[in-house]
């Protein structure tokens, strides 16, 4: 390595590096990777709010986010964006549970560089942060497979996106069938529809059960 990059690389360590999850142990595995990285300086916040705090007073150049927090859904991915809205030069690493290629698209589109899941070994996000850091996206072969499927497809409905059984809850919903009911109609435990709908408010970027309801009315409508 010449000394010009050695110096850019030693620069770099020496830069913030934020990590936002509310998740202790996720935090201390995240440090121990950034560490290794040869990241000097480590900022954590646990909440949506906080992370924003810390992000606005130290203005890191990398973001290392959840999407979803207790309590607050998927709110990473507003985070996201009101990171990226005043400082578009940041860049932001998801690191996430939802393998679901329709919310990894919803991450990049928010202004998400990489995104890496957590159920893939640390290796994976040394090598993500890596990347990002110097401003390379980051995507595993099958998530950019996938992804790249979903946006070639550009006549796919949102609700074409659903699972079956998520399509078979929509279509009930639209009926004005209640979760009991739907369970019911489809031998199903009552848990695993309000899983479902839960699911389908994040993949149709609605907040309410009311917004899902009228979504699904107007899906209807147009299969009609």
């Not at 996106?161 to 489809?186: N, W």
């Amino acid at each position: 390595m010449n000394a010009i990059a050695s110096q850019i690389d030693i620069a770099a360590t020496r830069l913030p590096v934020l990590v936002i999850d509310d998740h202790p142990i996720v935090l201390q595995g995240c440090r121990r990777v950034l560490e290794d990285a040869g990241v000097e300086t480590i900022a954590e916040a646990t909440t949506v709010v906080g992370g924003y705090r810390i992000f606005h007073r130290l203005r890191p150049p990398v973001v290392i986010c959840d999407l979803t927090f207790q309590g607050s859904g998927m709110a990473g991915l507003g985070l996201i964006r009101r990171i990226r809205a005043v400082a578009p030069e940041t860049r932001i690493l998801v690191f996430s549970m939802h393998n679901d290629p329709v919310i990894v698209a919803r991450a990049l589109e928010a202004g998400a560089l990489g995104y890496v899941l957590k159920d893939h070994a640390s290796a994976e996000l040394f090598e993500a942060f890596g990347k990002v850091r110097i401003g390379e996206v980051y995507l595993d072969r099958r998530l950019a497979t996938e992804v790249a499927m979903l946006r070639a497809d550009a006549r796919r409905t949102p609700e074409s996106q659903l699972t079956q059984r998520e399509q078979q809850i929509l279509a009930r919903l639209a009926q004005g069938r209640s979760y009991g009911a739907i369970a019911s109609d489809l031998s199903v435990s009552y848990k695993t529809v309000t899983n479902a709908c839960s699911q389908m408010r994040q993949k149709l970027g609605v907040r309410t059960l009311a917004e899902l309801i009228h979504v699904a009315v107007t899906h209807a409508q147009r299969q009609g």
